[in-house]
């Protein structure tokens, strides 16, 4: 199961690259170059491509129907949450812990790539609306091309980038308390 995604996003990482390199070497050509800057934008891109490989792009929910993938859309709160919860002490344990560990941690790293990346994103209320709209948004995409939805992916992937954007603080707390001991001596 892990294996097929990771190969999938592999997959358009490689297929979306050049892509990639071309925009950023049009927008270089204007400005400086900074290899861990573009590091950083690369790895964000790459992090990007996967999450919408995974989320977005047709699967074979699309195969089956418009009617089909939101018959089996999750529109209350909490039930698919609480159904893993109950699967965990069951055989399909491992389906349950993929599903609700695979919601948040899939989701970590923008919590800690936006406010980086875009230095006007970095308080607590901002990161607040950009952590619901950015699940929403793939959520209602993909209602929009037949995938299943569920409102407790919103919440766990809205909880993920929280927990990331918490993590970014901490390590930005630690590196100013690293660089003022430093300048102390």
């Known amino acids: 199961m ?12 490689l297929l979306f690259s050049p892509l990639y390199f071309v925009a950023r070497f049009i927008i270089i050509k204007r400005s400086r170059f900074h290899l861990w800057k573009e590091l950083l934008y690369y790895s ?14 047709p699967s074979r929910d699309f195969l089956l129907g418009y009617e089909t993938a939101v018959g089996r ?7 698919t949450i609480m ?14 812990v993929y599903n609700l560990v695979g919601n948040i941690v899939l989701f970590i790293p923008f919590g800690f790539y936006i406010p980086v990346i875009w230095r006007k994103l970095q308080s607590l209320w901002e990161m607040m ?17 037949g995938r299943s939805i569920d409102v407790d992916d919103v919440i766990l992937n809205t909880l993920a980038i929280i927990i ?8 930005n707390w630690f590196l100013k308390i690293t660089a003022y001991k430093k300048e102390k001596r």
């Open 73 to 79: 859309s999750n529109f209350t709160p909490f039930e």
């Open 2 to 13: 892990i294996t097929a995604f990771l190969s999938s996003m592999l997959f358009y990482c």
């Open 83 to 96: 159904h893993y919860v109950n699967l965990l002490g069951s055989p399909m344990h491992t389906v349950a």
């Open 129 to 145: 609306i950009v952590s619901i709209t950015i699940p929403v948004f793939i959520e209602t995409t993909q209602y929009f091309i």
């Open 44 to 57: 964000f891109f790459l992090y990007c491509v996967s999450i919408f490989s995974q989320t977005i792009l």
């Open 164 to 171: 990331g954007y918490f993590i970014y603080r901490v390590g």
